[in-house]
């Protein structure tokens, strides 16, 4: 699956010392090789940011 951080102070195992030193102010956030993403993606655009070389959905 994909690796997962939670930024709000409430949620389970949240890590927002980490959510503050990455200027995360979004949800979602997503961090793909070094590139930054804001806001929902389409599963699309996610496999196409990741490189995931897999069949795209219909």
């Known amino acids: 699956m994909l690796p997962y951080v939670e930024c709000d102070p409430r949620g389970a195992g949240a890590r927002p010392d980490l959510c503050d030193r990455l200027a995360i ?11 930054r993403y804001e806001g929902v993606l389409s599963l ?3 496999a196409e940011a990741s490189g995931f070389p897999g ?3 219909r």
């Not at 102010?25 to 590139?35: L, N, V």
């Open 25 to 35: 102010r979004r949800y979602p956030t997503w961090i793909i090789g070094g590139e």
């Open 55 to 57: 069949p795209r959905p």
């Open 44 to 46: 699309d655009r996610l």
